[in-house]
């Protein structure tokens, strides 16, 4: 209120903008904002989670087979499909402390090899998908399988599209000890990913 | 005075450029070629994988319903400053030009001042409680007398359905985001909200939910009937206008997340230096709580949402019986947000009241922790109630009576609440204005709606009244007497601050006249005849329902002419109201400090929080200081 009363130049409100900001946590804005998401990722993740336990587990359809009779889970290759996906995060990982150190090489070479390993996961899941033998249609256990692979599926994607747009800036030499938090927050993204593989790996091959 | 914080704006676009620009213009061009995209990518896909037939329609139309809202959302702008930046070009400074309103067409942009958004949201709501509203009388005259008169029963069902869904989705839940951006970032002395492009996002989806709700109606082949529950598998085959409602839900879900986030973390981190947690307003403390519970449940409404929607297009079993699919799943999901869901659309209710009450009866909050310390336990105990919606359902029978616990168990801190708003005006010096009116006008009906409430909780209550109209004037006493009413205390209370001017007293008083006795001659019956054993969600009834059904409709009637008197109030005083001057309350909170509208950026400078905001009559009392000469660092609580 007080400024109002303030002789006002002409050219003053040239530079006016916002007073400057008063962060009230160590914690910033948009981590913080990163992780309230992934909170709300785990709980989309936990819908997924519940019906499949009512199908299973509550419902006991298929005379207690799971899956029933007549399908198959292509254990090993999900099995090879899990090793490379884990081993993105390493390389996601690597890309990340690259950057707090200053070596933007590594930076660049992080991000490429794990923009190359989640595609090669995504592409292997759409070749999976494809030779399984049977579709959406067929039984709640399908129902479940695609519903918590393709959720999955689908993150991955999005995660694949952050990582896209990290590489392009990086290779365009935006990021420096001092501002990676692009880097950062798409890293958070992508470890959270690979987490939930895990999670809905042995939930849906292995159990 | 906003016309001294005018600042730079970009230099108009002229040419071609208007139709690369954001804006309108784009929509016109961008939104068909999403809708190019949507129709090409599922049949592509189809082809591709030798799926038969290519074409499909169910399959198009729900594509279509992700990628024409995104098409909407890029030309209008939303996405442009991502768009900017995942092309890999330096960031640039801000130059503000996307912040504030001087005309009325800057509240048709992407608009990234909170306060602006703020009204946005706000209005929009009250078009859909107007559709909403209107929907009701709809059926409320088809239910004036026994038989068949206007519409068959699936047209009835449809408009019930759309009647809840549009009240709820885009009415009460909005609503109380649009109060709330408007006025938590002055309160908390910040100058926006944490992520001012996110929020101008998630208002732009929510005109796009609700279009979806009101095309949902006019589906050739019909409209969704199977209620706003939505239960399966009756809604997995539904006419195809069921399609549009659970996209609808989508996006309204998805906006209303993203608001919460935003919520949370402005909350968290752009508090003025001394606004520690226990200096709060209780709006606030509100709001964060609802953040954190819209954050953690309404995934699960999106899952419902999805699953239902898949068992129709994908043809999966998640709750069909035929192939191994467990019915009862979906009621266990669905009401795992929704009873949360309930309390989203009341404690951001519970913050108006605290700040009206303690305003208007020149008092402290009695007991102002145990007020945010109430909030958190609803939070918590929220998530433990779910299946008393489900005691009729065929659910396990050991469950019952936990969830009676429960539901029963959760009326102690909603009644804390209650004794401390009777507390706080205990010895008040009560100024009876309409946002007070509606306050106690809350009051006394929550306390009806919670009665009934603890009632049908109760398993062999509940085994007797499900389905029947006791259960329509149980939400009807909680969500138009409980939240409707806060909203309007809000409206009214902030009337002041968004337009800087004074609403009419007198229509004000009129309108919550009007309203209190329309509401109560409409739903105080429905007890009665819901005893009796009146079934809700059908068109025709036992013709000894008769006279008291006619007297409902006839009231319902009065009830929705009254919201006229309030449309016509706010019409007139936003443009020849009297000037309202920067804190016509004389309250304490920050937001009353600043002038009214308050300037472009909120603050010239950060205030200094010294103590806390509700010490009404208290000699001497300050909340914040301005101008202190050097802020203290804060603590991080
Ligand atoms: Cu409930």
């Known amino acids: 209120m007080s400024s109002h009363a303030e002789p006002h130049e002409p050219g003053a409100f040239e530079h006016h903008g916002p007073p400057p900001i008063h962060y009230s946590s160590r914690v910033s804005p948009a981590v913080l904002g990163m992780f309230l998401f992934i909170a709300s990722e785990i709980m989309l993740f936990g819908a997924f989670f519940t019906v499949y336990f009512f199908d299973r587990v509550v419902n006991k359809p298929f005379n207690g087979h799971w899956p029933p009779e007549g399908f198959h889970r292509p254990v090993y290759v999900a099995l090879i499909n899990t090793l490379i996906l884990v081993s993105s995060s390493a390389t996601m990982h690597w890309a990340d402390t690259s950057i707090k150190k200053g070596n933007r090489a590594g930076l660049q070479a992080g991000l490429v090899l794990t923009l190359c390993l989640g595609a090669t996961f995504l592409a292997t899941q759409v070749i999976e998908y494809h030779r399984l033998g049977f579709a959406t249609k067929d039984t709640s256990f399908a129902s479940t399988f695609f519903g918590l692979t393709g959720l999955h599926g689908a993150h991955v994607f999005v995660g694949l599209t952050i990582l896209l747009v990290m590489t392009i800036r990086a290779f365009r030499g935006h990021f420096s000890p001092e501002h990676h938090h692009g880097v950062e927050i798409g890293g958070i993204y992508w470890h959270f990913v690979d987490v939930m593989w895990i999670v809905v790996y042995v939930t849906v091959y292995l159990l | ?637």
């Open chain 2, 1 to 637: 005075m906003t016309e001294l914080h005018e600042h730079h704006t970009a230099p108009a676009r002229t040419g071609i450029r208007r139709l690369t620009g954001p804006g309108w213009l784009r929509v016109l061009w961008v939104t068909p070629i999403f809708f190019g995209i949507g129709v090409g990518l599922p049949v592509l896909i189809r082809w591709l994988a030798h799926w038969h037939p290519v074409w499909k329609g169910s399959v198009i139309l729900t594509v279509e319903l992700v990628t024409v809202p995104l098409g909407f959302l890029v030309g209008i702008g939303g996405f442009d400053y991502w768009a900017h930046y995942a092309s890999g070009r330096p960031t640039v400074e801000d130059d503000h030009s996307s912040h504030g309103a001087k005309s009325w067409r800057d509240y048709f942009r992407v608009n990234t001042d909170h306060k602006v958004i703020g009204i946005q949201y706000v209005v929009t709501t009250i078009i859909f409680f107007c559709i909403g509203g209107l929907l009701a009388m709809l059926f409320r005259a088809e239910l004036a007398q026994p038989g068949d008169q206007y519409f068959n029963p699936q047209t009835f069902n449809v408009l019930v359905s759309n009647h809840a869904a549009l009240m709820i989705f885009l009415f009460v839940i909005p609503a109380f985001a649009g109060l709330g951006n408007y006025v938590i970032p002055l309160m908390l002395g910040a100058a926006d909200m944490a992520f001012p492009r996110l929020n101008a996002l998630s208002f732009w989806l929510l005109p796009m939910a609700g279009l979806m709700l009101v095309a949902g109606m006019v589906t050739p082949g019909g409209g969704p009937s199977a209620g706003w529950t939505c239960y399966a598998p009756l809604c997995s085959h539904q006419p195809l206008g069921q399609v549009f409602f659970n996209m609808g839900v989508q996006w309204a879900g998805a906006s209303s997340i993203m608001t919460a986030l935003n919520f949370l973390v402005t909350i968290i981190t752009m508090r003025a230096p001394g606004m520690t947690f226990w200096r709060m307003p209780l709006l606030v403390w509100a709001n964060f709580t609802t953040s954190l519970l819209v954050v953690i449940a309404t995934p699960f409404i999106a899952g419902s949402q999805f699953f239902v929607m898949f068992d129709r297009v994908l043809h999966t079993h998640f709750f069909e019986p035929g192939g191994g699919g467990y019915v009862l799943g979906y009621q266990h999901i669905f009401w795992f947000y929704s009873h949360p869901a309930v309390y989203i659309m009341m404690l951001p209710g519970f913050g108006i009241i605290s700040e009206v009450i303690a305003v208007m009866s020149r008092k402290p909050v009695f007991g102002y922790r145990l007020m945010a310390l109430s909030l958190m336990a609803i939070l918590v105990l929220g998530f433990s109630v779910w299946a008393h919606h489900m005691f009729v359902a065929g659910m396990a029978g050991w469950l019952r009576v936990p969830m009676m616990v429960t539901s029963m168990v959760i009326a102690v801190p909603t009644g804390i609440k209650i004794f401390s708003w009777l507390a706080t005006m205990w010895e008040g010096r009560i100024h009876f204005t309409t946002p007070m009116l509606f306050a106690l006008g809350f009051l006394s009906m929550f306390v009806i709606g919670g009665l009934s409430g603890i009632y049908l909780a109760s398993v062999p209550i509940d085994i007797h009244a499900s389905d029947t109209y006791f259960i329509v004037a149980h939400i009807h006493y909680v969500l138009f007497g409980g939240s409707v009413f806060t909203i309007f205390a809000g409206i009214y209370y902030w009337f002041p601050k968004m337009t800087g001017r004074m609403y009419d007293e007198r229509l004000g008083k009129l309108h919550f006249w009007l309203t209190f006795i329309g509401f109560n001659l409409t739903f105080f019956p429905m007890h009665y005849i819901g005893l009796q054993g009146m079934p809700r969600r059908v068109a025709d009834y036992a013709g000894r329902f008769a006279d008291i059904n006619l007297f409902i409709s006839i009231a319902s009637f009065g009830l929705g002419a009254s919201t006229l008197v309030f449309l016509y109030n706010m019409a007139k005083s936003w443009k020849h109201g009297e000037p309202a001057g920067g804190n016509p309350w004389r309250a304490l909170t920050l937001e009353w400090q600043v002038s009214s509208p308050p300037p472009i950026f909120n603050f010239d400078e950060i205030p200094q929080v010294v103590g806390h905001p509700y010490e009404y009559g208290v000699p001497g009392a300050k909340h914040a200081i301005f101008g202190a000469p050097k802020p203290e660092p804060v603590g991080t609580d």
